[in-house]
């Protein structure tokens, strides 16, 4: 069994409210494998999230997590949203919210032993989150709420972690503290890593894949395999350029009247990557 | 000393039985809402809080004219109208306040009815003033078990919740994403919550209920930092409150006019909110003398 992925999408489909947000998403994750979810804002990538969670229904297709069809509350996965949005006043420190992902599945009250301590300690540690453990969460920004997110998700000692666009509201060296973070995470303990992003380059030097989703379709495989002018033209269903600047990757997608059809948000930044 | 004792605890204070009376029902209400206020200021919820408050006005009433005790008409009018929110949506972000001002204006529009119904049967408004503003000099050693049952419920379903409740308070998508019946919970707390609102509402009147509510847990909130002390706080601000209000409510007694003794309530609402005042000095006077250092993550610890 050593062989089989922790997470494999076969032929999803998802539809919302008539329209078509997901058509036949394939393709499966390795154990340890860290991996990019890269597409423009509405591309379906937190419908995606949603699926693999059993928070949204496919119309068709299967999610199997660690060869299993996936249940509503599965221990193998960790997950960081992207909406995270605490007051400063709420009174729950750092090592609370840790401590939460350890069993806030339960029902009760938690019994502080020591044993539950240390393993929140221990995990505060792995996030370089000691000292803020006594900080209320809400007062912290917007990097140390990411590593408080990714401890939070990691204590449940998950084997696939996913991470809904966990840089779109951080500045260039948070963001890069964050994904050196993840990549010793995944490495170390050979967690899968798959994380969502609009803009692919801050990831390029740590992934291992990337699933790319445009129009509702997606395509995996290593970054040199999906991110080439004619499989992201014939995912996109008309031209489209990927042109490498400075060792940067742009993906030049907008086609005059084209663009509208493949994003209802036609940022020209969410088609043209453009670096930060 | 003992003069000064005196002039502070007014004679027959400690041996009156309806000071013993007050002093263990708000106390135990006090318990309640601070436990259960916690988690309505953490989530946003002081609006139902209120709303459930103004709606017991009916029960209370109502049970005035069935000659029922106020403390039964109270607890079915907020358990039911938590109900019907429930069934609007007060769950959905945007149906919230949409879910707990309908209900608000129906429930009033009986208590409007009952009220007046009341005071052309009795040809007074002193009904009205009882409920509206509480008479904790006025309940019955009768109300007390009744009290303890429903603080009992209140409190163990918060405890019973514990963990799910408090990350789906604070995050319903972290909650929702662990299998947590984000849903199911929240109906639980509700129920938690028209109890508690029930309970102040009895005890302080009931459009004052949401003062003994959300008045010490928001305190709370400024003087702690974990959900566990923050609940410890708040209730011990509330009996704080209320035991200093019903105190100072004897004594008045012999204050002008003498003989008719001020409103506990006023008191007691008028000691939470200086006390929230006063919970906010420390936190500015440190910003005052600290700031600025908002993001700096590596200077703590």
Same mark, same amino acid.
């Given at each position: 069994?050593?062989?089989?992925p922790?997470?494999?999408?076969?032929?999803?489909?998802?539809?919302?409210?008539?329209?078509?947000?997901?058509?036949?998403?394939?393709f499966?994750?390795?154990?340890?494998?860290?991996?990019?979810?890269?597409?423009?804002?509405?591309?379906?990538?937190?419908?995606?999230?949603?699926?693999?969670?059993?928070?949204?229904?496919?119309?068709?297709?299967?999610?199997?997590?660690?060869?299993?069809?996936?249940?509503?509350?599965?221990?193998?996965?960790?997950?960081?949203?992207?909406?995270?949005?605490?007051?400063?006043? %709420?009174?729950?420190?750092?090592?609370?919210?840790?401590?939460?992902?350890?069993?806030?599945?339960?029902?009760?009250?938690?019994?502080?032993?020591?044993?539950?301590?240390?393993? %929140?300690?221990?995990?505060?540690?792995a996030?370089?989150?000691?000292?803020?453990?006594?900080?209320?969460?809400?007062?912290?920004?917007?990097?140390e709420?990411?590593?408080?997110?990714i401890?939070?998700?990691?204590?449940?000692?998950?084997?696939?972690?996913?991470l809904?666009?966990?840089?779109?509201?951080?500045?260039?060296?948070?963001?890069?503290? %964050?994904? @050196?973070?993840?990549?010793?995470?995944?490495?170390e303990?050979?967690?899968?890593?798959?994380?969502?992003?609009?803009?692919?380059?801050?990831?390029?030097?740590?992934?291992?894949?990337?699933?790319?989703?445009?129009?509702g379709?997606?395509?995996?495989?290593?970054?040199?395999?999906?991110?080439?002018t004619?499989?992201?033209?014939?995912?996109?269903?008309?031209h489209?350029?990927?042109?490498?600047?400075?060792?940067?990757?742009?993906? %030049? @997608?907008?086609?005059?009247?084209?663009?509208?059809?493949t994003?209802?948000?036609?940022h020209?930044?969410?088609?043209?990557e453009?670096?930060? | 000393m003992?003069?000064?004792?005196a !002039?502070?605890?007014?004679?027959?204070?400690?041996?009156?039985?309806?000071?013993?009376?007050?002093?263990?029902?708000?106390?135990?209400?006090?318990?309640?809402?601070?436990?259960?206020?916690?988690?309505? =200021?953490?989530?946003?919820?002081?609006?139902?809080?209120?709303?459930?408050?103004?709606?017991?006005?009916?029960?209370?009433?109502?049970?005035? +004219?069935?000659?029922?005790g106020?403390?039964?008409?109270?607890?079915?009018?907020?358990?039911?109208?938590?109900?019907?929110? #429930?069934?609007?949506g007060?769950?959905r972000?945007?149906?919230?306040?949409?879910?707990?001002? /309908?209900?608000?204006? &129906?429930?009033?529009? *009986?208590?409007?009815?009952?009220?007046?119904?009341?005071?052309?049967?009795?040809?007074?408004t002193?009904?009205? =003033?009882?409920?509206?503003?509480?008479?904790?000099?006025?309940? $019955?050693?009768s109300?007390?078990?009744?009290?303890?049952?429903?603080?009992?419920?209140a409190?163990?379903?918060?405890?019973?919740?514990?963990?799910?409740?408090?990350?789906?308070?604070?995050?319903? #998508?972290?909650?929702?994403?662990?299998?947590?019946?984000?849903?199911?919970?929240?109906?639980?707390?509700?129920?938690?919550?028209? /109890?508690?609102?029930?309970?102040?509402?009895?005890?302080?009147?009931?459009?004052?209920?949401?003062? *003994?509510?959300?008045g010490?847990?928001?305190?709370?909130?400024?003087?702690?930092?974990?959900?566990?002390?923050?609940?410890?706080?708040?209730?011990?601000?509330?009996?704080?409150?209320?035991?200093?209000?019903?105190?100072?409510?004897?004594d008045?007694?012999?204050?002008?006019?003498v003989?008719?003794?001020?409103?506990?309530?006023?008191?007691?609402?008028?000691?939470i909110?200086?006390?929230y005042?006063? &919970?906010? +000095? $420390?936190?500015?006077?440190?910003?005052?003398?600290?700031?600025?250092?908002?993001?700096?993550?590596? !200077?703590?610890?």
């Amino acid at each position: 069994m050593s062989g089989a992925p922790i997470l494999a999408v076969d032929q999803v489909s998802v539809n919302l409210a008539g329209r078509e947000i997901l058509r036949d998403v394939s393709f499966a994750i390795e154990p340890g494998e860290f991996t990019g979810l890269i597409g423009a804002n509405g591309a379906g990538k937190t419908t995606l999230f949603r699926v693999i969670l059993g928070l949204q229904a496919a119309a068709h297709g299967t999610v199997r997590v660690g060869g299993a069809p996936r249940s509503r509350r599965n221990p193998l996965i960790g997950y960081v949203p992207q909406k995270f949005q605490l007051d400063p006043d %709420v009174p729950l420190r750092t090592r609370d919210l840790v401590g939460l992902g350890l069993d806030a599945h339960r029902y009760g009250i938690a019994i502080p032993t020591r044993a539950r301590r240390a393993r %929140v300690e221990e995990m505060l540690e792995a996030v370089d989150a000691g000292g803020f453990a006594d900080t209320r969460v809400g007062t912290l920004s917007g990097g140390e709420q990411q590593r408080v997110l990714i401890a939070h998700a990691l204590i449940a000692a998950p084997k696939l972690l996913l991470l809904d666009e966990p840089l779109a509201n951080l500045d260039l060296r948070s963001g890069q503290e %964050v994904v @050196a973070l993840l990549a010793r995470i995944a490495s170390e303990q050979q967690i899968a890593v798959l994380i969502s992003a609009h803009e692919m380059n801050p990831l390029l030097p740590v992934i291992d894949r990337i699933v790319y989703l445009a129009a509702g379709r997606a395509a995996s495989g290593t970054a040199d395999e999906v991110v080439r002018t004619s499989v992201l033209s014939a995912l996109y269903g008309h031209h489209v350029d990927v042109l490498q600047v400075h060792g940067r990757v742009l993906v %030049v @997608a907008g086609q005059g009247g084209e663009l509208a059809d493949t994003s209802d948000h036609a940022h020209t930044q969410t088609q043209v990557e453009i670096i930060s | 000393m003992s003069q000064a004792l005196a !002039a502070i605890f007014a004679p027959g204070f400690f041996t009156s039985q309806i000071v013993a009376v007050a002093a263990t029902v708000s106390a135990v209400a006090a318990v309640v809402c601070g436990t259960v206020g916690v988690f309505t =200021v953490i989530r946003g919820q002081s609006f139902a809080g209120e709303a459930l408050g103004d709606i017991s006005t009916t029960g209370a009433s109502g049970a005035f +004219l069935l000659a029922v005790g106020p403390l039964w008409g109270i607890g079915v009018a907020t358990v039911a109208a938590a109900g019907v929110m #429930e069934l609007i949506g007060i769950q959905r972000p945007r149906g919230r306040d949409l879910a707990t001002g /309908i209900v608000l204006g &129906a429930g009033l529009g *009986l208590a409007a009815l009952f009220l007046y119904l009341e005071s052309v049967d009795h040809n007074t408004t002193g009904a009205t =003033v009882t409920i509206v503003f509480g008479s904790m000099f006025g309940i $019955p050693s009768s109300a007390i078990p009744p009290v303890l049952a429903f603080s009992a419920l209140a409190l163990c379903l918060v405890v019973a919740l514990g963990r799910p409740l408090l990350l789906s308070s604070v995050s319903p #998508e972290l909650a929702a994403a662990r299998g947590i019946p984000v849903r199911l919970i929240g109906v639980g707390y509700l129920l938690a919550l028209a /109890i508690a609102v029930a309970l102040a509402a009895y005890t302080i009147g009931t459009i004052l209920s949401t003062a *003994l509510l959300v008045g010490p847990a928001a305190t709370a909130l400024r003087l702690t930092r974990s959900p566990g002390r923050a609940i410890v706080v708040a209730t011990v601000i509330g009996i704080a409150a209320t035991w200093l209000g019903i105190l100072l409510a004897y004594d008045s007694y012999d204050w002008p006019p003498v003989g008719q003794g001020w409103p506990v309530s006023f008191f007691v609402v008028t000691l939470i909110f200086g006390g929230y005042l006063l &919970a906010g +000095l $420390p936190r500015r006077l440190r910003r005052r003398a600290t700031r600025p250092d908002q993001a700096g993550a590596p !200077a703590r610890g």
